[in-house]
């Protein structure tokens, strides 16, 4: 880990990242740990630290280990298929969906249902695993679409027949 100015760069074996530190806030790197020092304790460098301690945090731990995202698509005949840089999505349109992953994060398919999403960066691995999500979102009825793994969709109940008489 390197401090040049506002710039924290993080090196590990999954890649490195880059933290920019906003002005008030100063980063030391003392017996192998990260301090953040704020230069009071008003509101706003309150907050900041906070910002900026997570941030670090996430991007050590990004380079060192990794994050990872999964998705599960329900319905029938909804399947996924990873190659190479791209995720073709059938998920009952007329047509295939083609989503291209960014640079730094990887998609694999262990099952035609799922699809896990890796890489060191924490946010862009959530916000390609959100765009892929806003794609078929679960529907309420029967519950098809694309959904975090575990994620709990609330289901309403339909219309119903009643005969008169």
Request: with cysteine; charged share 25%; proline share 6%.
């Amino acid at each position: 880990m390197t401090v040049k100015g506002s710039m924290v760069s993080v090196k590990g074996n999954l890649g490195s990242l880059d933290c920019e530190v906003p002005e008030p806030l100063t980063v030391d790197v003392k017996e192998g740990q990260v301090v953040v020092v704020a230069p009071s304790n008003d509101k706003e460098h309150r907050a900041k630290h906070g910002l900026v301690r997570s941030l670090i945090a996430n991007a050590v731990k990004g380079v060192s280990e990794g994050f990872q995202k999964a998705l599960e698509i329900v319905g029938v005949g909804y399947n996924a298929k990873a190659e190479g840089r791209t995720i073709t999505l059938r998920i009952g349109f007329c047509h295939p969906v083609v989503v291209s992953l960014p640079e730094g994060v990887d998609a694999e398919t262990p099952e035609p249902t799922r699809i896990v999403l890796k890489g060191c960066d924490k946010q862009v691995v959530g916000e390609i695993a959100a765009k892929i999500r806003r794609i078929r979102p679960p529907e309420p009825y029967k519950g098809k679409g694309i959904r975090y793994l575990g994620e709990h969709v609330r289901r309403k109940a339909g219309k119903t027949f009643v005969a008169v008489g």
